[in-house]
C-alpha cells in the first residue's frame, strides 16, 4: 500500500459550542422542531446512544485506538452536524462558528499527521459564511461542513457565490452532510428522519448545485457528499431524462446532470456493496472516498471491510481507500 487509509467522515463533539448556545431564547425552538422531525422513538435512543460514545467523540487518545484498531491511519473530523445551530442570530452565529473552527483545530493538534479537520460556516448568513470561512482556512482547517440547506435559501441561492468564489480560491473542502429533513412529520417514525431524510437531503442539495449552475460556475470547487450523495447517484439517470427532454429542467446547467457527479466527491458509506459499486461507476473511482460516519450507530465500525466487501479492483479498492483523500488533502 502506497498511500495511508484516509476516512474523511468522521465527527467531534464540542461541548464548548454547546454552552455558548445553552439558554439561548431560540435554542428550545429549535430542538422542539428537532424533536417533532425524528420523534419520541428515536430521540428515545439517540440520547443514550451519544452518550455512550462521548469519549470517542471527545477524547483525542480514545480517537486513535479506535482508529488503529480500524486500520484507519487518517481521519478528516468534522464537528458534530447537530452544532449547525443555523437558527442562531449573525452575532451568536459568528461567535459559534469561530468557536467551533478553533476547538476543532485544537481537536486536530493532538495528533498532527494523523488527523485533519474541517471548520463550521454559518450558512444562514451568507456574508458571515465567507469569514468563517477563511477564519477556518486560517487556522489550517482543510475547509468546512455544511448541511444541505440553511432556513429560507438552498444551495443554489446567489447569495452563496461569494461562499463558492472564496472556496474555490482557498481550495477548501466543502463537506456536504444533511442534518434534518423537511419533510418534519412524515417521517417521525421508524427513524426515517435519518434512513430517508438523510439520503433525500443529499439528493436535493446536490441538484441544486448542478442544475442552477453553481458547478459551471465554480468547477474547481471541492464539495464532498456525506453517505454517497444519497439517491442521486443510483436515480441520476431520471435528472439526465428531464434535462433532455424539459426546458425548465435544462436551462440552468449546460451538461447532463450526470456529467457532474465526475467533478464531486462521495463517501462510501452507503451499507451496501452492490450500491457502493454504482457510485464508483457513475462517479469515477477516483471520486470516491473512504467513509465511516465515525463514531455514530448509523455509521460502520468496518469501514475497510465494507469497501472490500464491494469487490473491486486493486487499483479501484486502494483509490477509494485512501489513495483519492489522500491527494484531496495534499496542500499545493
Given at each position: 500500500?502506497t498511500?495511508?487509509?484516509?476516512?474523511?467522515?468522521?465527527h467531534?463533539?464540542?461541548p464548548?459550542?454547546?454552552?455558548?448556545?445553552?439558554?439561548?431564547?431560540?435554542?428550545?425552538?429549535?430542538?422542539?422542531?428537532?424533536?417533532?422531525?425524528?420523534?419520541?422513538?428515536?430521540l428515545?435512543v439517540?440520547?443514550?446512544?451519544?452518550?455512550?460514545?462521548?469519549?470517542?467523540?471527545?477524547?483525542?487518545?480514545?480517537?486513535?485506538?479506535?482508529m488503529?484498531?480500524?486500520?484507519?491511519?487518517?481521519?478528516?473530523?468534522?464537528?458534530?452536524?447537530?452544532?449547525?445551530?443555523?437558527?442562531?442570530?449573525?452575532?451568536?452565529?459568528?461567535?459559534?462558528?469561530?468557536?467551533?473552527?478553533?476547538?476543532?483545530?485544537?481537536?486536530?493538534?493532538?495528533a498532527?499527521?494523523?488527523?485533519h479537520?474541517?471548520?463550521?460556516?454559518p450558512?444562514q448568513?451568507?456574508?458571515?459564511?465567507?469569514?468563517?470561512?477563511?477564519?477556518?482556512?486560517?487556522l489550517?482547517?482543510?475547509?468546512?461542513?455544511?448541511?444541505?440547506?440553511?432556513?429560507?435559501?438552498?444551495?443554489?441561492?446567489p447569495?452563496?457565490e461569494?461562499?463558492w468564489?472564496?472556496?474555490?480560491?482557498?481550495?477548501?473542502?466543502?463537506?456536504?452532510?444533511?442534518?434534518?429533513?423537511?419533510?418534519?412529520?412524515?417521517?417521525?417514525?421508524?427513524?426515517?428522519?435519518n434512513?430517508?431524510?438523510?439520503?433525500?437531503?443529499?439528493?436535493?442539495?446536490?441538484s441544486?448545485?448542478?442544475?442552477?449552475?453553481?458547478?459551471?460556475?465554480?468547477?474547481?470547487?471541492?464539495?464532498?457528499?456525506?453517505h454517497?450523495?444519497?439517491?442521486?447517484?443510483?436515480?441520476?439517470?431520471?435528472?439526465?431524462?428531464?434535462?433532455?427532454?424539459?426546458?425548465?429542467?435544462?436551462?440552468?446547467c449546460?451538461?447532463?446532470?450526470?456529467?457532474?457527479?465526475?467533478r464531486?466527491?462521495?463517501?462510501?458509506?452507503?451499507?451496501?456493496?452492490?450500491?457502493?459499486?454504482?457510485l464508483?461507476?457513475?462517479?469515477?473511482?477516483?471520486?470516491?472516498?473512504?467513509?465511516s460516519?465515525?463514531?455514530?450507530?448509523?455509521?460502520?465500525?468496518?469501514?475497510?471491510g465494507?469497501?472490500?466487501?464491494a469487490?473491486?479492483?486493486d487499483?479501484?479498492?486502494?483509490?477509494?481507500?485512501?489513495?483519492?483523500a489522500?491527494?484531496?488533502?495534499?496542500?499545493?
Open positions: 500500500m498511500s495511508p487509509t484516509v476516512d474523511v467522515h468522521a467531534v463533539l464540542l464548548e459550542v454547546e454552552a455558548l448556545v445553552a439558554g439561548h431564547p431560540r435554542l428550545a425552538e429549535a430542538r422542539a422542531l428537532d424533536a417533532r422531525r425524528n420523534g419520541p422513538a428515536a428515545a439517540n440520547g443514550p446512544m451519544v452518550s455512550e460514545r462521548i469519549p470517542r467523540l471527545t477524547d483525542v487518545a480514545v480517537r486513535l485506538a479506535a488503529d484498531a480500524q486500520g484507519v491511519d487518517v481521519q478528516l473530523v468534522s464537528p458534530s452536524p447537530s452544532h449547525y445551530h443555523y437558527w442562531a442570530d449573525e452575532e451568536t452565529a459568528e461567535k459559534l462558528s469561530s468557536l467551533a473552527n478553533e476547538a476543532t483545530a485544537a481537536h486536530c493538534g493532538g498532527p499527521g494523523r488527523l479537520g474541517l471548520g463550521l460556516v450558512l448568513h451568507p456574508r458571515s459564511a465567507v469569514r468563517a470561512l477563511e477564519h477556518a482556512m486560517g489550517g482547517l482543510s475547509g468546512v461542513e455544511i448541511s444541505s440547506h440553511a432556513p429560507g435559501r438552498d444551495l443554489s441561492d447569495a452563496y461569494p461562499l468564489t472564496r472556496a474555490e480560491e482557498t481550495g477548501a473542502i466543502l463537506f456536504l452532510h444533511p442534518f434534518g429533513c423537511t419533510l418534519d412529520e412524515r417521517l417521525d417514525r421508524w427513524y426515517l428522519s434512513t430517508v431524510g438523510q439520503p433525500t437531503e443529499n439528493a436535493v442539495a446536490l441544486h448545485l448542478i442544475f442552477s449552475g453553481v458547478l459551471d460556475r465554480h468547477p474547481e470547487l471541492k464539495i464532498v457528499a456525506a454517497g450523495g444519497g439517491y442521486l447517484p443510483t436515480h441520476i439517470g431520471r435528472s439526465d431524462h428531464a434535462w433532455q427532454t424539459r426546458s425548465d429542467a435544462g436551462a440552468g449546460s451538461r447532463p446532470p450526470s456529467s457532474y457527479l465526475k464531486l466527491y462521495f463517501d462510501s458509506l452507503v451499507h451496501d456493496p452492490h450500491t457502493l459499486r454504482e464508483i461507476r457513475v462517479a469515477g473511482p477516483d471520486r470516491v472516498l473512504l467513509g460516519d465515525y463514531p455514530f450507530d448509523m455509521g460502520t465500525e468496518d469501514p475497510v465494507a469497501l472490500r466487501a469487490r473491486l479492483s487499483a479501484d479498492f486502494h483509490a477509494v481507500r485512501g489513495g483519492n489522500a491527494a484531496l488533502l495534499r496542500k499545493d
